[in-house]
């Protein structure tokens, strides 16, 4: 099993853009092969491309970010990435620049000071 993405296919859907962090996930939540992958653009602006290999095909798509303001918008939108995009809770880390374990909070909708 080949855990990289070809570079020339890389280069073709980043275009202009740079790749700063690409995430295998050899079974993601939907049990298909995936590469999330950061991506800045030249205006320093970032997005998300999904790859999917779903075995006979190779496809991607580009995740929508929604732009925020507040630390309760972030977590929104965290919250939206994950549960309607399925965007695994380490990419989200590494794209917000936050901790997984923090990730893991939003996502269950907990905070920090919740006691168990």
Request: glycine letters at 6%; one cysteine or more; aromatic letters at 8%.
């Amino acid at each position: 099993m080949n855990t990289e993405l070809n570079p020339k296919f890389l280069n073709q859907i980043c275009g202009n853009a740079e790749a700063e962090f690409c995430l295998y996930n050899p079974r993601s939540k939907s049990g298909i092969q995936t590469w999330e992958i950061k991506v800045r653009n030249t205006d320093n602006t970032r997005k998300i491309i999904v790859v999917r290999d779903y075995g006979y095909k190779i496809d991607h798509e580009e995740i929508q970010i929604h732009p925020f303001k507040t630390r309760a918008e972030r977590n929104a939108e965290i919250l939206r990435l994950y549960k309607e995009e399925g965007i695994s809770q380490i990419f989200l880390g590494n794209l917000f620049n936050i901790s997984q374990p923090s990730i893991s909070l939003i996502v269950n909708g907990k905070s920090v000071t919740d006691k168990k």
